[in-house]
């Protein structure tokens, strides 16, 4: 039985491209989630294949592995980064950071193993390498500001009468 689902690990399963296969499920995102959900996975994803280029010999989807995404992981902590994903060589120095968040980094991951699951679902990979994966603690988000009484009430002055109301409700 395990024979016949290919679940021994010696059955050799046809080799796919990887770029290919994140064509193939960008396509399969555009038909079937929101727009925002494929436009973040875009990005995600060419930030993996960047790193795939830059830092790992990669080219086939089933050559990707738990340590594959860890590298990723520590890639991305690493690498300069730009607001707004941004290329940091054009944006002027004092905004290019070292590393992305770790918030921004589970969504990358996360987005990773909705293109392994729907591998195994296509029958591409017999499991996905990810699950394995747990989630950076997050420690270095922004911390909430709140508005001073003195800045509460510049804002209200600067406000027109549309938007005054508005601004006063909060």
Known sequence: VKAERKQLG???QKKIDLEAFIREF???SQAN???ATTTRYK???ANFMRFIREESQVKWLGDITA???EKFRIWRKNVPVAPN???PTRVKPQFVKKGA???TVNLEVMTLKAMLNFAVKCGHLNSNPSMGIKQLKIEDSKKRRFLTETECERLLVACDKETYP???AL
Do not use: C, E, K
């Open 43 to 45: 990005s995600a994803l």
């Open 101 to 103: 968040r770790s918030y």
């Open 67 to 69: 340590d594959t995404i």
């Open 85 to 87: 994903g941004s290329n």
């Open 10 to 12: 010696f059955l050799d």
């Open 33 to 35: 989630h929101r727009s």
């Open 166 to 168: 508005v601004f006063f």
């Open 26 to 28: 960008l396509a399969y």
